[in-house]
């Protein structure tokens, strides 16, 4: 362990490449470091599109932030992976963790972030009139907690689909208030 420690410390001091960091940052006993590296190689990933390797990378950093104790940073890094799950076409996958983000939100605010990237997914899927029922209870959890910047991309998420539904009227009432 202190040697990969030893090597992580060694590497990061020389700009390392982060997925060889995030592996003896691991190996060491450092999961908050690991985590870190594991998110900067994934970022790496998704900017060269190799979607599966980043929504990979990203499952580790989740890993990693478990392991360190840090379950906020742990959800962030299951959301993102979501959404690198979905842009490599994962689409049964996607479904599944994404219904599993509730459950790791650790305040309302992820609670209301982890609807809206199920609707989000079930409107992509055309499921609309799903999406806009899942949406539902984060518009109102938005609401309740003051998070604006959530309840505008919840709102306009649900008008869209309002939209594609034929109900303009609808999605028009639901953003009048919000302009």
């Not at 979501?82 to 305040?107: H, M, T, Y």
């Not at 609670?111 to 609707?119: H, K, M």
């Not at 079930?122 to 518009?139: C, T």
Request: proline share 4%; net charge positive.
């Amino acid at each position: 362990r202190r040697m990969h420690a030893q090597c992580a410390g060694w590497l990061s001091a020389r700009g390392g490449e982060p997925a060889r960091l995030a592996r003896h940052w691991r190996l060491g006993g450092h999961p908050a470091e690991a985590a870190l590296a594991f998110e900067r190689a994934a970022t790496r990933a998704g900017q060269a599109s190799r979607r599966h390797e980043e929504a990979e990378l990203l499952l580790q950093s989740a890993h990693a932030y478990a392991d360190a104790g840090q379950p906020a940073q742990r959800f962030e890094a299951l959301a993102a992976r979501v959404s690198a799950l979905i842009v490599a076409k994962l689409d049964e996958r996607a479904l599944e963790e994404a219904r599993a983000l509730p459950d790791a939100a650790q305040d309302d605010l992820q609670r209301v972030r982890a609807i809206r990237v199920i609707a989000e997914l079930l409107g992509q899927r055309g499921e609309m009139q799903q999406a806009i029922d899942i949406a539902q209870p984060g518009l109102a959890l938005a609401r309740k907690i003051g998070a604006n910047e959530e309840l505008v991309r919840n709102a306009s998420n649900v008008a869209a689909n309002l939209s594609k539904l034929g109900r303009p009227e609808e999605a028009y009432s639901l953003l009048l208030p919000l302009r």
